[in-house]
């Protein structure tokens, strides 16, 4: 039915005089027969045993990140056999560091480490909520590219770095300018009392905070960012000041990836480990005075590891040093699982 | 009847509207308040870094050693290079195990268990301190061997990977799926369909990943304390003590001396500019001729 009544075939293409169709050179070029070697690599490329092979590969590469845990892990405990069986759990509770007599115990460090990262947080945290708010919704479009950059440059900077600045530009400020002051006004307290070195607990926390501000605020004003824009516009239709629109829309939507942020930042201060070292004054004491030097866990391992002599020294440190680890890794868990409970769902990019 | 309502006063209301209003511009003044009062310190830290280290530098601190205590002058050569060994060596051992490792999780592990406990242990690696990871390298390999330059490698390599495995695995899940399926149905195996389609239409994102990895690991100090160790002279063996920029900073900032405080603002000054450098460079580098990723 359908079939034409008659087909027209295409005329044949007359080769001109002097040239067959088999002379030209065919417009494609066409491969020769691949050679044994070529074809045994291209059919074990396309086999199923290729992909068997890369994706074991993948996988034993994901797998190297708990191969890297339990290292670690074992190293520390494995190090740190001597000090855990000769202090047992007295190890945290003593406060005796006494090298030469080989009597140790952490919780001058444990004290400096809790109260130098407290400290910072209190300073931070208020801080970079408001750099966040303001960020978000206070500062002109105009100022927002500027001040995110600068902030995140905050974060590119090596501690090292910061430890020099405090050194050479903190330490006379706190000593010469700041420290009087406090004492003055403070100083009824105890907090804040003679002698001020410049180095000590206060400085110490002062850097940390410049330094735990940036992981906090950004990560902060990604949770913010997280809230539902419905949220504020509701707040807002309902008559709500911009004050009471961020607190009932965003904050209080927001809490627990707030708390997640600065837990975060905890993390971050806890190990910390030169800036601290070069600004804290390094001495185990537990006292109330803010301006006396002190001394934090991860300081202890940086300044006295390389010069430690005796084995119950190195693994006294070593001890130290797993305790920061299995304290660190807690608070980050915790940390994450809040932040994870926040923004899932959202596209936004957690650093 | 809807009067229900309680009526309020008329003095009531302005009071009440004016202490909102009072509210509403404290927090923002707060707000502004706080802004200026964490830049004025990063201005003044990048001012104070760029005035002295400017004013220090010259040309005997690329060509120098460090000079012994007593005597001016001297450089950092060797810290330059040192540093430029130790971070090849940890890039060479970390950028290609922390890619797999995100490739891992955003072609196979996708939504599986196995997947999420590996993507939250590496978060979780991310925040353990720096000073771990060079205890766990010294009690690695400085406890069976002796301080090198391959310890110190290790160290900072350790710290890259799981930095590395999660912006790949963000930068993998950008990558369109149309892309994927186009070339299972063309029948290309799927290490090809990874290799030739995901990771290239991703790369741009995914070394510049590495490259905050390379920049973070790059201003270390704690973790090559017992590692690398520092070494005065130069050193191009890998299985000796090597001086790095981070670490000489650290011990010239500590030192009494005007003269070592002065190359220490020069040393973090070229620290800071070479790593922004490098990053820049290879991030140029990279972008070119790639096929544009994204939604």
């Given at each position: 039915?359908?079939?034409?009544?008659?087909?027209?075939?295409?005329?044949?293409?007359?080769?001109?005089?002097?040239?067959?169709?088999?002379?030209?050179?065919?417009?494609?070029?066409?491969?020769?027969?691949?050679?044994?070697?070529?074809?045994?690599?291209?059919?074990?490329?396309?086999?199923?045993?290729?992909?068997?092979?890369?994706?074991?590969?993948?996988?034993?590469?994901?797998?190297?990140?708990?191969?890297?845990?339990?290292?670690?892990?074992?190293?520390?405990?494995?190090?740190?056999?001597?000090?855990?069986?000769?202090?047992?759990?007295?190890?945290?509770?003593?406060?005796?560091?006494?090298?030469?007599?080989?009597?140790?115990?952490?919780?001058?460090?444990?004290?400096?480490?809790?109260?130098?990262?407290?400290?910072?947080?209190?300073?931070?945290?208020?801080?970079?909520?408001?750099?966040?708010?303001?960020?978000?919704?206070?500062?002109?479009?105009?100022?927002?590219?500027?001040?995110?950059?600068?902030?995140?440059?905050?974060?590119?900077?090596?501690?090292?770095?910061?430890?020099?600045?405090?050194?050479?530009?903190?330490?006379?400020?706190?000593?010469?300018?700041?420290?009087?002051?406090?004492?003055?006004?403070?100083?009824?307290?105890?907090?804040?009392?003679?002698?001020?070195?410049?180095?000590?607990?206060?400085?110490?926390?002062?850097?940390?905070?410049?330094?735990?501000?940036?992981?906090?605020?950004?990560?902060?004003?990604?949770?913010?960012?997280?809230?539902?824009?419905?949220?504020?516009?509701?707040?807002?239709?309902?008559?709500a000041t911009r004050w009471e629109m961020l607190r009932i829309g965003v904050l209080r939507n927001a809490r627990i990836g707030i708390v997640g942020a600065v837990i975060l930042g905890l993390g971050r201060a806890?190990?910390?480990?030169?800036?601290?070292?070069?600004?804290?004054?390094?001495?185990?004491?537990?006292?109330?005075?803010?301006?006396?030097?002190?001394?934090?866990?991860?300081?202890?391992?940086?300044?006295?590891?390389?010069?430690?002599?005796?084995?119950?020294?190195?693994?006294?440190?070593?001890?130290?040093?797993?305790?920061?680890?299995?304290?660190?890794?807690?608070?980050?868990?915790?940390?994450?699982?809040?932040?994870?409970?926040?923004?899932?769902?959202?596209?936004?990019?957690?650093? | 009847?809807?009067?229900?309502?309680?009526?309020?006063?008329?003095?009531?209301?302005?009071?009440?509207?004016?202490?909102?209003?009072?509210?509403?511009?404290?927090?923002?003044?707060?707000?502004?308040?706080?802004?200026?009062?964490?830049?004025?310190?990063?201005?003044?830290?990048?001012?104070?870094?760029?005035?002295?280290?400017?004013?220090?530098?010259?040309?005997?601190?690329?060509?120098?050693?460090?000079?012994?205590?007593?005597?001016?002058?001297?450089?950092?050569?060797?810290?330059?290079?040192?540093?430029?060994?130790?971070?090849?060596?940890?890039?060479?051992?970390?950028?290609?195990?922390?890619?797999?490792?995100?490739?891992?999780?955003?072609?196979?592990?996708?939504?599986?268990?196995?997947?999420?406990?590996?993507?939250?242990?590496?978060?979780?690696?991310?925040?353990?301190?720096?000073?771990?990871?060079?205890?766990?390298?010294?009690?690695?390999?400085?406890?069976?061997?002796?301080?090198?330059?391959?310890?110190?490698?290790?160290?900072?390599?350790?710290?890259?990977?799981?930095?590395?495995?999660?912006?790949?695995?963000?930068?993998?899940?950008?990558?369109?799926?149309?892309?994927?399926?186009?070339?299972?149905?063309?029948?290309?195996?799927?290490?090809?369909?990874?290799?030739?389609?995901?990771?290239?239409?991703?790369?741009?994102?995914?070394?510049?990943?590495?490259?905050?990895?390379?920049?973070?690991?790059?201003?270390?100090?704690?973790?090559?304390?017992?590692?690398?160790?520092?070494?005065?002279?130069?050193?191009?063996?890998?299985?000796?003590?090597?001086?790095?920029?981070?670490?000489?900073?650290?011990?010239?900032?500590?030192?009494?001396?005007?003269?070592?405080?002065?190359?220490?603002?020069?040393?973090?000054?070229?620290?800071?500019?070479?790593?922004?450098?490098?990053?820049?460079?290879?991030?140029?580098?990279?972008?070119?001729?790639?096929?544009?990723?994204?939604?």
């Amino acid at each position: 039915m359908n079939q034409p009544e008659r087909v027209t075939l295409p005329t044949p293409i007359i080769a001109p005089a002097g040239r067959t169709p088999e002379q030209e050179p065919p417009a494609v070029a066409v491969p020769d027969q691949p050679s044994e070697i070529r074809r045994f690599l291209r059919e074990c490329g396309s086999g199923r045993a290729a992909d068997g092979t890369f994706g074991a590969l993948m996988l034993v590469s994901a797998f190297s990140i708990f191969v890297i845990v339990a290292l670690i892990l074992w190293v520390l405990i494995h190090d740190s056999q001597l000090s855990i069986h000769t202090f047992g759990w007295k190890f945290f509770g003593s406060s005796a560091w006494d090298p030469v007599n080989g009597s140790f115990g952490a919780l001058p460090f444990i004290y400096g480490t809790l109260v130098s990262s407290l400290l910072a947080l209190l300073i931070a945290v208020p801080l970079s909520l408001c750099v966040s708010i303001f960020v978000l919704d206070i500062c002109p479009p105009v100022l927002r590219g500027p001040i995110s950059f600068l902030t995140e440059l905050l974060a590119a900077i090596p501690s090292v770095v910061y430890g020099l600045w405090a050194l050479v530009v903190l330490v006379p400020i706190m000593r010469d300018t700041v420290g009087p002051v406090l004492e003055k006004w403070l100083g009824w307290t105890g907090l804040f009392a003679e002698p001020n070195f410049g180095v000590g607990m206060l400085t110490a926390s002062i850097v940390l905070a410049i330094m735990i501000f940036p992981i906090i605020s950004s990560i902060s004003r990604d949770v913010m960012k997280a809230v539902p824009i419905h949220q504020r516009e509701a707040a807002l239709a309902l008559g709500a000041t911009r004050w009471e629109m961020l607190r009932i829309g965003v904050l209080r939507n927001a809490r627990i990836g707030i708390v997640g942020a600065v837990i975060l930042g905890l993390g971050r201060a806890l190990g910390e480990t030169i800036a601290v070292t070069m600004v804290i004054g390094n001495h185990p004491d537990i006292v109330k005075n803010l301006f006396n030097p002190a001394y934090t866990l991860a300081s202890v391992i940086a300044n006295e590891f390389t010069e430690a002599t005796g084995d119950l020294y190195v693994s006294a440190l070593i001890e130290i040093g797993l305790a920061l680890f299995l304290v660190t890794i807690v608070v980050n868990a915790i940390a994450r699982i809040l932040v994870w409970a926040v923004t899932r769902g959202n596209s936004t990019r957690v650093a | 009847m809807i009067s229900a309502l309680p009526q309020r006063s008329q003095q009531m209301e302005r009071a009440i509207r004016w202490r909102r209003s009072l509210t509403n511009h404290f927090v923002t003044g707060l707000a502004v308040l706080s802004t200026v009062v964490v830049l004025v310190p990063l201005v003044a830290i990048l001012g104070y870094l760029l005035y002295k280290g400017a004013s220090s530098l010259n040309l005997a601190f690329f060509t120098k050693v460090p000079a012994p205590v007593g005597e001016s002058g001297g450089g950092m050569a060797n810290s330059i290079v040192g540093s430029g060994i130790i971070l090849a060596v940890a890039s060479v051992m970390g950028i290609p195990l922390g890619i797999a490792g995100g490739v891992y999780l955003a072609e196979y592990g996708r939504g599986g268990m196995l997947g999420n406990i590996i993507r939250f242990t590496a978060d979780v690696l991310n925040g353990v301190p720096s000073i771990v990871m060079g205890i766990a390298a010294y009690g690695l390999i400085v406890v069976h061997y002796k301080f090198s330059a391959l310890a110190g490698g290790v160290a900072l390599a350790i710290m890259m990977v799981p930095t590395i495995t999660r912006t790949t695995e963000e930068m993998l899940a950008t990558v369109p799926h149309a892309l994927r399926e186009a070339a299972f149905g063309l029948g290309i195996p799927k290490w090809r369909t990874i290799m030739s389609i995901s990771l290239r239409t991703a790369m741009p994102g995914i070394i510049t990943g590495c490259m905050l990895a390379f920049a973070r690991v790059a201003g270390e100090t704690a973790p090559l304390l017992f590692t690398a160790f520092g070494n005065n002279f130069w050193n191009f063996k890998l299985t000796e003590p090597m001086a790095a920029l981070p670490l000489q900073i650290y011990v010239y900032a500590l030192s009494p001396y005007d003269e070592w405080h002065r190359l220490a603002w020069a040393g973090a000054l070229v620290l800071i500019v070479l790593i922004m450098l490098s990053v820049t460079l290879v991030r140029l580098y990279a972008s070119r001729g790639t096929i544009k990723g994204g939604h």
